[in-house]
């Protein structure tokens, strides 16, 4: 299934073009969080898996953190799942 790409990690499902993506893009490199992103336009699977967690919809972004799905979140949602699900993935301070 799609939503397993990256059990224990973030998965970030995408479409080209959308803002909001675009934006959380930024704040995730910006933060140097690990993750894989997949195009929903590219892969029927994560497109379908999208929608199984959206209400029918291909809302993007959605975002899994270790398998557990976001619509649309904020930064902050984001790092709380990870903090909570994720802690590996979060770099250590210098």
Known sequence: ????????????????????????????????????????????????????VADGNETVPTVTVAGRAMVNPSMRQLRQEVRKHAPHLLREAP
């Open 1 to 52: 299934m799609a939503g397993d790409r990256d059990a224990d990690g973030v998965v970030v499902y995408w479409r080209p073009g959308c803002p909001y993506r675009m934006k959380l893009r930024l704040r995730l490199r910006l933060a140097r969080l690990r993750r894989t992103e997949v195009n929903i336009w590219k892969h029927p699977g994560a497109a379908a898996y999208v929608r199984s």
